[in-house]
């Protein structure tokens, strides 16, 4: 988990609330992930980001957006579009989006809805 | 299409045997294949990855992996399993024909009974 932190652990969604997860690292990467975790199902990409202020959606982007406004943030948004936002979120980052490049993953959030 | 199977959802060894954690991919072009392991309400940690040349991968805690280009697999294997071995392992393939994303298998859970 080193070099990558999440925000909080623990996130709590009330209906209709829009909800924002943190991603900060100091590995100096210019790539960034997030990645979303159910049981069974292995990690469905949400959204990645090449570089600062540009982003692309990835499988499963409707009802999240996200921000890349510094190198080492980008911030989650879980909003009330998304109707089944239960899951474990997790943000990793690489080196560049290059193939070979490993992804490095940080402790994650799990979201709950109250 | 990419796409990654573990075959396995659970896989039981004994402490002080070896273990196999199965992995089979399909990509176009040639394959970055890693693996990942998580521990309970974790992010992933980076075991090892195959890029190109030998095919026998060491990788992280003892680990190693080997690529089989015929057979398209890439298991991942430990000598001695250690109770502390006990996780969720993922495998993560990616293709150098370029493209941003990584498709991971649905994981498998390692049990080392001791």
């Known amino acids: 988990d080193g070099g990558i932190t999440q925000s909080p652990k623990y996130l709590f969604r009330k209906e209709g609330q829009n909800v924002t997860l943190s991603c900060e690292q100091n590995?100096?990467?210019?790539?960034m992930y997030w990645y979303r975790q159910d049981p069974g199902q292995g990690l469905r990409l949400i959204y990645y980001?090449?570089?600062?202020?540009?982003?692309q959606k990835g499988d499963i982007a409707e009802g999240y957006s996200v921000s890349r406004e510094k190198k080492e943030s980008f911030p989650l948004t879980v909003t009330s579009a998304q109707k089944n936002p239960t899951a474990f979120y997790l943000c990793?980052?690489?080196?560049?989006?290059?193939?070979?490049?490993?992804?490095?993953f940080g402790p994650g959030t799990r979201l709950l809805v109250l | 299409a990419q796409s990654v199977a573990q075959p396995e959802d659970q896989v039981n060894v004994a402490e002080g045997n070896p273990l196999t954690v199965k992995c089979t991919y399909s990509v176009s072009g040639n394959p970055y294949l890693f693996w990942y392991v998580q521990y309970p309400n974790r992010g992933l940690q980076f075991l090892l990855k195959y890029i190109t040349g030998d095919n026998l991968v060491k990788g992280s805690y003892g680990f190693e992996a080997e690529f089989n280009k015929s057979q398209t697999s890439f298991h991942l294997k430990k000598p001695s399993a250690l109770v502390s071995d006990s996780a969720l392992y993922f495998c993560a393939v990616r293709a150098d024909t370029g493209g941003f994303k990584t498709i991971f298998g649905a994981g498998t859970r390692l049990f080392v009974k001791a």
């Open positions: 590995l100096n990467h210019d790539a």
């Open positions: 990793a980052s690489s080196f560049s989006d290059a193939g070979r490049e490993t992804q490095y």
């Open positions: 980001s090449q570089i600062v202020n540009d982003f």
